[in-house]
């Protein structure tokens, strides 16, 4: 690994001498996802103390333009790849130096919450306390979280948290109470707590889910939980990855973003495939800079792209700078479908912030990283 850091590959002329892709021109018009993107606001606050419960507040129940061509002879596609990703400093979100080539466990945040039952008054009191370290699902690299309540096997009725706008530890602070709710029928429920992050102009997105069989639970006094938040079960949650490396010029003022690969994507066609392509958006604060895209893979859900896109970006924008990536379905009879997206800066979820600050701590180094593709 040392002796991959010290060769410092420059992805622009390794790309010059020796890789060449084959493009395909697609001139079907393409979805353009960005239309409402609010601003990019910094989202810093005080984090309370992990052990430290906040006081109760009631509540009661509410219902680069790639060079084209063909391969060298003798050499495949896979092959330029492999030797590609071969000449990089590999990192996965979890740890320094990683090949990152195993399945990614993101890392979804944890909540807090409390459950108690009072025999005398046959009421269960669930106790939403707070979320820490929650990835951001929005554009401005943040989120506005809620929970859901269930008593599994019921679903029909459910209750909410209050929203928390541009927060990834929220707050929330709210207690809720099942009344009238007999022992016997509480010991077959199961608490389920699921994490959602609003969104005014689609649907909300699914951060993570935590559930408990209250059998499992003494629940004749107030017992306080922290769970991690694990992937949504009904699999919204999983989109699949994408390799990519970034590679900061500080005398070029550039950033230069190579789309390498991508594995596990969601099927959104059909025929259980998808035709894949990745755009690459430069964003300032709230405004669009610029915009590149890859060529579309047909019929494949591990594309291979090995595309190269720089951008020029001044050290004083840095921290206002925010590389968005969507991986597209491309769809000839419809509106292309959005499989994933990325979003790269210094205030994003855990794993993007990482690569990002590699990138910078890596002048005119390679830094890829496998990343969970988000709703």
């Known amino acids: 690994m040392d002796q991959m850091k010290n060769r410092g590959l420059d992805v622009k002329s390794f790309l010059e001498g020796k890789l060449v892709v084959l493009a395909l021109a697609i001139g079907v018009a393409e979805q353009d996802d ?3 993107i609010p601003d990019l606001q910094e989202t810093a606050q005080a984090q309370p103390p992990a052990n430290q419960e906040p006081p109760p507040e009631k509540r009661g129940n509410k219902p680069v333009n790639s060079p084209k061509g063909r391969p060298p002879d003798g050499q495949s596609v896979t092959d330029l790849a492999n030797s590609l990703t071969g000449d990089m400093v590999m990192l996965s979100p979890g740890s320094e130096d990683d090949d990152g080539e195993g399945p990614i466990s993101e890392k979804l945040g944890r909540i807090q919450f409390s459950i108690g039952y009072s025999f005398q008054n046959t009421t269960l009191t669930v106790k939403v306390l707070r979320g820490q370290e929650l990835p951001a699902k929005d554009f401005s690299g943040t989120s506005d979280p809620f929970v859901k309540i269930y008593l599994l096997p019921d679903k029909k009725h459910k209750l909410e948290t209050k929203i928390k ?6 707050n929330w602070n709210e207690t809720f109470l099942f009344e009238g709710f007999p022992y016997e029928k509480v010991r077959e429920r199961t608490l389920y707590l699921q994490v959602m992050d609003h969104d005014r102009f689609s649907r909300n997105d699914p951060i993570g889910e935590v559930s408990i069989p209250l059998n499992k639970v003494e629940l004749g006094q107030i017992k306080t939980f922290w769970k991690e938040l694990k992937p949504c079960s009904d699999g919204s949650g999983r989109r699949g990855d994408l390799l990519l490396s970034l590679c900061y010029n500080p005398t070029a003022n550039t950033i230069t973003v190579n789309i390498i690969k991508a594995r596990n994507l969601k099927a959104m066609d059909i025929g259980g495939t998808s035709d ?3 755009k690459v958006w430069l964003m300032h604060k709230d405004k669009r800079v610029e915009k590149k895209k890859t060529v ?3 019929r494949c859900l591990n594309p291979i792209f090995n595309e190269s896109f720089p951008f020029e970006v001044a050290a004083h924008v840095l921290r206002e700078t925010t590389i968005i990536i969507t991986v597209m379905d491309k769809d000839r009879l419809s509106r292309n479908d959005v499989i994933g997206k990325i979003y790269l800066s210094w ?6 912030v990482k690569h ?3 990138m910078l701590a890596r002048p005119r180094t390679n830094v ?3 990343h969970a593709l988000k709703a």
């Open 356 to 358: 990002w600050k590699d």
């Open 34 to 36: 960005f239309a409402n």
């Open 165 to 170: 706008r541009k927060n990834l530890n929220p």
């Open 276 to 278: 894949p392509y990745v």
């Open 368 to 370: 890829a990283q496998w």
């Open 347 to 352: 205030k994003s979820g855990p794993g993007e």
């Open 296 to 298: 579309t893979m047909k």
